[in-house]
Nanobody, 117 residues
Framework: QVQLVESGGGLVQAGGSLRLSCAASGIIFSVRTMGWYRQAPGKQRELVASINNVGATNYIDSVKGRFTISRDNAKKTVYLQMNSLKPEDTAVYYC???????????WGQGTQVTVSS
């Protein structure tokens, strides 16, 4: 079955950096579009960044120029490099397959990112 395991979160001061990782199993990783989502307290989960099978990327406006999504197909892992972090980036971050019709079944435990001001 599909398993997505996120890691790399933590507590960081504003302006700092974190690198998140998501290890995938149970899928043919190299052909799948992967995405990073986040959910802040009291807010809906949102898709922050995505990367397709040929490396094309998309970001929401609020993270453009600060976050970079990348993938390592050999390791079946997708990354999110987060720089210049802001308190409003505080959320639980998840990875998933945004184009999959079954994506709602694949949520992992997420990784908490807390940015202090």
């Amino acid at each position: 079955q599909v398993q997505l395991v996120e890691s790399g979160g933590g507590l960081v001061q504003a302006g700092g950096s974190l690198r998140l990782s998501c290890a995938a199993s149970g899928i043919i990783f190299s052909v799948r579009t992967m995405g990073w989502y986040r959910q802040a307290p009291g807010k809906q989960r949102e898709l922050v960044a995505s990367i397709n099978n040929v490396g094309a990327t998309n970001y929401i406006d609020s993270v453009k120029g600060r976050f970079t999504i990348s993938r390592d197909n050999a390791k079946k892992t997708v990354y999110l490099q987060m720089n210049s972090l802001k308190p409003e980036d505080t959320a639980v971050y998840y990875c998933n397959l945004p184009l999959s019709s079954n994506y709602d079944k694949y949520w992992g435990q997420g990784t908490q990112v807390t940015v202090s001001s």
